[in-house]
């Protein structure tokens, strides 16, 4: 009774608080009630820190008491069809259209299907350690939900922040590209409708008033319904195929295999710098697996629906970018709009209003994605307390989050209307790399660590390997960045292959999927780890600095606010629990 009480008391809070913004609807937690709460919850700083730390979140927890406090259940009306469509709406039509001019001018040239190749297998041994936590833990936190079960809530947090800044820079740099093709098609030069700021820093200076609004639009429709947002982009998706299909065919009739030579003028080094930025190409379909909670067979649904939308996108990818290079040489490709005006550069002017068109559905179609799977992850870390619940609040007649929506998109459009391209796809390859290596680290831990279960010797056994795997990766990527040898590669590569095998041989696996499981444990994994970490070497050390400022941020906040809300939070469930229990 006492816990259909509290479900009605809350329930009616969230009802009376969905439109105010009190202290108590930001910072309702213990620690927060007073000034002296405060100065007691910071001097327990190191104590909680510690219980956060070797704390982690139950399965039933994430699919039971998180969707609790959303009041109401998600439909479960997805099949893998709709996973599928959904997938390539989310990733075809952002880094294609934005990335491939730039990498292959600037780094790989022709070699750029070679990065995309690189780029693809690294995406999908990713997908393979995504897909097995969605069918196990089909919850709407995705990645955040699954590393709060097997790494714990500090690690979970850091990786939170860095999800939200992904889907953040990622919608800003696809609303700025945005503004370029729409430039195109109303036949203009790509920078013709941005404003240009003399006294403002370079790659600050070209103001953006086109992507705010298209952000705005995406935020409206976003708000206003999650079935009507479904049906868009399943349209949308089907138009962009035809698009795709129509540059590729009408590509190659004005192909020239001279424009293929030379092939990697940049050398191997340049391919790989590309793949690094390239990734971003593959953002969006983590934002798939936030859908396992309303998948109708996630066991069926989400491998076919993920793993399915991968391989098409990649094969996409690789052919859309033989074509650019075979109708143009590399050097002649035009950063901001490469489709459109190579069509141009063969006589086909008309085509590029095609491509545009296109190209901006596609683009459209992300950002739409982007809002629906941001919003999703907000939520489900603000149901948790790391950060305010007010931004859980779901509305009440639209069913949809909307003050986590227009926060998320409130931030994406503001750094789109300063930010250049290059800049935002750097930094956000850097969030998404760290994200997956993560993912793949929790997958090795679901696998071969049960508490209470592994014994401490292979426990033991199994942290030795993951110490040696990440850091021969990291050795690897460092490496390959500061030197032109290759006896420090052999070395490190070896330690990672050695540490791998160990872990296979040596230590016993302690829980087996229930239906669907990752193939070839731990090689997989391993393999997502050193490849993401190898890739995070070829990224620019502006990027880094960046990375670092905003984990700097992040972990200020931790200790300051979201470690002792978070506390706060888990204390009372288990108090409640506790009553419960007692009442019984």
Known sequence: MGQSNGDVGGGEGIRRRSCSCSKEDFLPEESFKSWGNYTKALKATPARLLDRLTARSGEHTELVEMKARSQHEM??????????????????????????????????????????????VSAMLSVFCYTEFAVEIPAAGGSFAYLRVELGDFVAFIAAGNILLEYVIGGAAVARSWTSYFATLCNHHPNDFRIHVSSFPDDYNQLD???????????????????????????????????????????????????????????????????????????????????????????????????????????????????????QPYQQIDEDAPFSVAFEAVGWGWAKYIVAAGAIKGMTTVLLVNAVGQARYLTHIARTHMISPWFAKVHERTGTPVNATATMLAATAIIAFFTSLGILSNLLSISTLFIFMLVAVGLIVRRYYVSGETTPSDRNKLVICIVLILGSSIATAVYWGSSDGWIGLVVSNSIWFLSTLALWLGVPQAKKPRVWGVPLVPWVPSLSIAINLFLLGSIDKASFERFGIWTGILLVYYFLIGLHASYDSVMESKTVAGEVNSSV
Do not use: Q
């Not at 698009?243 to 990697?264: E, M, Q, S």
């Not at 050398?267 to 983590?286: C, K, N, Q």
């Open 209 to 327: 008033p086109i992507a705010i609004v298209v952000i705005i639009a995406i935020c409206t429709l976003a708000v206003a319904s999650t079935k009507g947002s479904s049906r868009f982009n399943y349209i949308a998706s089907i138009f962009h195929v035809a698009i795709i299909l129509f540059i590729v065919i009408a590509g190659l009739t004005k192909a020239n295999p001279k424009n293929f030579t030379p092939f990697a003028p940049y050398g191997p080094r340049g391919i790989f710098v590309a793949s690094a930025v390239l990734f971003f190409a593959y953002v969006g379909f983590d934002a798939v697996s936030t859908m396992a909670e309303e998948t109708k067979n996630p066991a069926k649904d989400i491998p076919i629906g993920l793993v399915g939308s991968m391989v098409i996108t990649t094969l996409a990818y690789c052919i859309l970018a033989v074509t650019l290079c075979l109708m």
């Open 75 to 120: 439909k479960k009306s997805l099949t893998w069809w709709d996973l599928m469509w959904f997938g390539i709406g989310a990733v075809i039509g952002a880094g294609i259209f934005v990335l491939t001019g730039l990498e292959t001018k600037k780094h790989a040239g022709p070699a750029v299907v070679l990065s995309y190749v690189v780029s693809g």
